[in-house]
C-alpha cells in the first residue's frame, strides 16, 4: 500500500463537499489556483490510520461530467487523465441526502470511470427533521460501493470514512451503466477502434472534447475505421445515457430511500416566502447590509486604533534602534508605514469576510442571488451575470473569469465589462480612509454616518455596474438568449470551522496579495521621495534657513519646512507637480496625484502610497490619519481633505479603471486589446467628470 | 563605512523592488515551468 493515497473529493455544488473537506484536513490545507488559470485549487493531506497520509484534493463542484465551463472541465480532465500527479487513486463522491437522486448521476458517472468510488451522504442529521429513512446495505450493493452516512455539522461518521479511504483497494470498480446501452452499434464500432481504451472514457473524449493519455478528440477522428456522429447526433445520445442513469437511479432509490413527508417539519418553505419576496425580499436584504456595515465600523475600531498606534511606535523603535542613515529611514519611513498603511484594515477586511462567509454558508446568499435576478433581467440581463457581479465584491478578476459560465457572448462581454464597478476589497481601504477624514462622526436613527456612506458607496458601485449594462445592451447588437437556473441549498447554521477558515484564507490572500506589490512600491516611493536634482533639493537646508531667517520659528517648525522643502523638490515630488494641473480641479494635490498614478497597479496601494510620502514628509511619531488630516491646500490655503476633495475622491476610486490586473484579464477573457482599452477610457474619463463636478458643486 | 552600508542595501532594495514590479506587471517574461500538454494545465484558450 502507498504510504500517501490520492483522493478526489467530487460532489455537486452546495453538498457540503467544502465541510467534508475541512473535517478531513483541518488546518493541514492550501489554497492556490491551478496552472495557467484563476480556478481555485483546495489541498490537504488527511492523517489515516496505521500511519497511511491522504492528499486530498477538492475538485471544483459540478453537476455532472457533461462539462459547460472551466472548473467542470478540470474534474474531467484529472479524471481522464492517469499521468495527472493528482490522479485519484480513490474518488470520494459527496452528496447530500436530500439531494440524493440528483446527486448520484455524478456518482455512476464517475463510478463508469472504473475508478474506485466511495459514495459520501452528508447531511445524515436532517434526514429524521425530513422524514428520510435509507437502506445503506441495499444503497450499497445496488450502487456497487461503500458508503459513508456522515454529518459534518455533528462530527458523525468522519472516522468510518476515513477507514474506507484507507481500504480503497476492497473497493469494487465494476461500473453502474454499461456504456454500450447508449448506442450498442456505435460503440462496437468504437471498441473495434480502440481495443485497448475504456469505453466510457473514449465516450467522454468524444463529446466533451477533452484529452486524456495520448488520445484526443481529433485521433478518434482520424481513425478511418471509426467514423464519429454529427453534434446534434452526439447530443441526443448524451440525453439518452442520462435517462438512463436516471431510470437506473430511480429504480435503486424506490427501495434504498424511503421518505415520509408527513413527519417531515420544514421551515424552509415559509423563509423562502418571506425572503424571496418581491417587497420583504429586497427589505430584508437592505437590513441586512445596513447591519454589515455598521459592524463593520463598531467592531473593527478598537484593533484598528490598535494596529495604527503600533505602526507609528514601531517606526520611532527602528529608527532609536539600528543605526542613523539611508537604509534605517528607508525602513523607517518608507517600508513601515507603507505596509502599516494597509495592515491596520485587516480588522474591517476580516469583518466583511466575516459577514459573507456567514450568508454564503447560511444558504442566504442564493436566495439574493435569485433576487438580484429579478432586477437583472430588466436591465438586459440574466442572474448568470449576477454571480460575477456579486464575487466581484472581493476582487474583479475572478469574477471575470467566472463569467466563462455564460454562454451567451454578448451578455458575457456585458459583465466583463460592468463588473470592474461593483465595489472590490481593494477599493475598501481607500474607502475607508477617505471617509475617516471627511465625513463627521454622527448617526442618525442610530447608524453611523461613516457606515452608510460606505454603503451608499457599495450601492453606487452595483447600481453603476447595473446601469452601464443597460445601456450596453442597447448598443451592442449582438444577437443572444440565456436562461438562468439557480440552485437553492437548504438553509443552515454556519459552521463555525467553516467560516474561520474562509476568513482566514480570503484575509491571508488580501495581505499577502497585495502587500508584496505595496512593499515594492514602498521602497521605489521612498526613494523618489529622499533623493531629488539640483540645487533645490540638494540645499534645502541654506534656502530655507535663509527664507525664514527674518521670522521667528521654532527649531521644530524649521526643521519641518525643510522636510517639505525637500519632498517638493524630490524625483516624486517634480513628477507630482507635473501632474498637479490635471489633478487640481478635482480639489487634489500633487501627493494625491502620485497616490492616483502608483495605484494604478493596485487601487490599495493609494493609501500605502500617502502613507509613505507622509512619513518621510513628517518625522513626529503620529498615525498616518491624522497626518493626512493636518495637511494643508497650497491653492486655497485650507485642509488638503475636506469634505469636497473627500467625495470627490470617493466617487473617482468608484468609478475609475484603478487595476492593472484586470485590464489584463480583460485582454484576455475578451482576446482583444480593444475592450480593455475602452473600458479604461470610459471609465476614466467618466470618473473625472464626475468627481470633477462633485469638487466644483460641493466647495 | 556605516553610510556606505546603508547605501548599499538601499540600492540593493531599490534594484530588487523594481525588478518584482517589472516582472509583476509581465515586462520581464517568467520562466515557464513546463507542464504536460493536457487542456487545462497550460490553459489553452480553446475554453
Not at chain 1, 21 to 44: D, H, M, R, S
Not at chain 1, 257 to 281: E, F
Request: include cysteine; glycine fraction near 6%.
Amino acid at each position: 500500500m502507498p504510504k500517501q493515497i490520492n483522493v478526489a473529493l467530487i460532489g455537486n455544488p452546495n453538498t457540503g463537499k467544502t465541510s467534508v473537506f475541512n473535517a478531513l484536513t483541518g488546518l493541514n490545507q492550501k489554497v492556490g489556483n491551478y496552472p495557467g488559470i484563476t480556478v481555485e485549487k483546495k489541498e490537504g493531506i488527511c492523517k489515516l490510520p496505521r500511519g497511511v497520509k491522504a492528499h486530498i484534493i477538492d475538485l471544483p463542484g459540478t453537476y455532472s461530467l457533461n462539462a459547460s465551463s472551466l472548473d467542470e472541465n478540470l474534474v474531467i480532465e484529472l479524471l481522464l487523465n492517469k499521468k495527472d500527479k493528482d490522479f485519484p487513486d480513490v474518488a470520494v463522491v459527496v452528496s447530500d441526502v436530500e439531494n440524493l437522486k440528483r446527486n448520484l448521476l455524478l456518482y455512476t458517472q464517475i463510478k463508469d470511470l472504473e475508478i474506485p468510488t466511495i459514495l459520501v451522504i452528508n447531511m445524515s442529521d436532517r434526514m429524521e427533521y425530513k422524514g428520510i429513512q435509507l437502506d445503506i446495505p441495499y444503497l450499497e450493493k445496488e450502487l456497487k460501493t461503500k458508503i459513508a452516512l456522515i454529518s459534518t455539522r455533528k462530527k458523525i461518521g468522519i472516522n468510518g470514512l476515513k477507514d474506507l479511504i484507507s481500504n480503497y483497494k476492497d473497493l469494487s470498480i465494476t461500473p453502474c451503466l454499461n456504456a454500450s446501452e447508449i448506442d450498442n452499434t456505435y460503440f462496437d464500432k468504437l471498441r473495434h477502434a480502440f481495443p485497448n481504451q475504456l469505453l466510457y472514457k473514449l465516450w467522454l473524449v468524444i463529446t466533451q472534447d477533452v484529452n486524456f493519455g495520448t488520445i484526443d478528440r481529433n485521433q478518434v477522428d482520424a481513425i478511418d475505421s471509426f467514423k464519429t456522429k454529427s453534434n446534434a447526433d452526439l447530443k441526443r445520445l448524451q440525453q439518452k445515457e442520462t435517462i438512463k442513469r436516471y431510470q437506473f437511479i430511480n429504480n435503486t432509490l424506490k427501495k434504498g430511500q424511503s421518505i415520509d413527508l408527513s413527519t417531515a417539519k420544514d421551515l424552509r418553505i415559509k423563509l423562502d416566502r418571506i425572503l424571496t419576496h418581491k417587497v420583504w425580499g429586497y427589505l430584508i436584504f437592505f437590513v441586512i447590509l445596513l447591519t454589515i456595515f455598521q459592524a463593520i465600523y463598531d467592531w473593527a475600531q478598537v484593533p484598528m486604533e490598535l494596529i495604527d498606534g503600533a505602526f507609528a511606535s514601531l517606526s520611532e523603535w527602528t529608527k532609536n534602534i539600528m543605526p542613523q542613515g539611508a537604509f534605517t529611514d528607508l525602513i523607517a519611513e518608507g517600508i513601515i508605514p507603507g505596509l502599516g498603511g494597509i495592515v491596520i484594515f485587516i480588522p474591517q477586511i476580516a469583518f466583511l469576510f466575516l459577514f459573507i462567509a456567514v450568508l454564503e454558508e447560511s444558504g442566504y446568499m442564493s436566495r439574493v442571488v435569485f433576487l438580484m435576478d429579478r432586477i437583472m433581467r430588466r436591465f438586459g440581463l440574466s442572474g448568470k451575470s449576477v454571480v460575477p457581479l456579486i464575487s466581484g465584491t472581493a476582487c474583479a478578476i475572478p469574477a471575470i473569469m467566472a463569467t466563462r459560465n455564460i454562454e451567451s457572448w454578448k451578455e458575457r462581454l456585458i459583465t466583463i465589462l460592468v463588473t470592474p464597478f461593483t465595489t472590490c476589497s481593494a477599493r475598501l481601504p481607500v474607502y475607508l480612509i477617505i471617509i475617516e477624514l471627511v465625513i463627521p462622526e454622527g448617526r442618525i436613527f442610530g447608524l453611523g454616518y461613516q457606515p452608510l456612506t460606505l454603503m451608499l458607496l457599495y450601492l453606487i458601485g452595483f447600481g453603476t455596474a447595473v446601469c452601464s449594462a443597460w445601456i450596453l445592451n442597447k448598443i451592442l447588437k449582438i444577437k443572444s438568449k440565456t436562461f438562468f437556473v439557480v440552485e437553492m441549498p437548504n438553509y443552515k447554521l454556519p459552521l463555525f470551522k467553516n467560516v474561520a477558515l474562509t476568513v482566514l484564507e480570503k484575509t491571508k490572500s488580501f495581505v499577502f496579495g497585495a502587500g508584496k506589490i505595496i512593499l515594492a512600491i514602498s521602497i521605489v516611493l521612498w526613494f523618489l521621495a529622499s533623493y531629488g536634482p539640483g540645487e533645490n533639493f540638494n540645499n534645502a537646508e541654506a534656502i530655507v534657513t535663509t527664507e525664514y531667517a527674518s521670522s521667528n520659528l521654532s527649531q521644530q517648525d524649521l526643521q519641518q519646512k525643510i522636510a517639505s522643502h525637500k519632498l517638493e523638490h524630490s524625483f516624486i515630488g517634480i513628477t507630482g507637480r507635473a501632474i498637479e494641473p490635471v489633478i487640481k480641479p478635482l480639489g487634489y494635490d500633487w501627493k494625491i496625484g502620485i497616490a492616483i498614478v502608483s495605484s494604478f497597479a493596485a487601487r490599495e496601494v493609494f493609501v500605502g502610497t500617502l502613507a509613505t510620502i507622509y512619513s518621510v514628509e513628517d518625522d513626529d511619531v503620529d498615525t498616518i490619519t491624522n497626518r493626512m488630516a493636518k495637511d494643508t491646500n497650497r491653492t486655497t490655503g485650507g485642509k488638503l481633505f475636506t469634505l469636497a476633495s473627500g467625495i470627490s475622491l470617493l466617487l473617482f476610486y468608484a468609478f475609475a479603471m484603478q487595476c492593472m490586473s484586470t485590464l489584463a484579464i480583460v485582454k484576455r477573457e475578451t482576446n482583444s486589446w480593444k475592450w480593455p482599452i475602452l473600458q479604461l477610457v470610459i471609465m476614466s474619463v467618466f470618473a473625472y467628470i464626475v468627481a470633477l463636478i462633485a469638487y466644483q458643486f460641493l466647495k | 563605512m556605516n553610510t556606505i552600508i546603508q547605501n548599499i542595501l538601499v540600492f540593493t532594495s531599490l534594484a530588487l523592488a523594481i525588478w518584482f514590479l517589472l516582472q509583476k506587471f509581465g515586462l520581464f517574461p517568467k520562466r515557464k515551468v513546463a507542464t504536460n500538454k493536457a487542456c487545462g494545465q497550460d490553459d489553452c484558450g480553446c475554453h
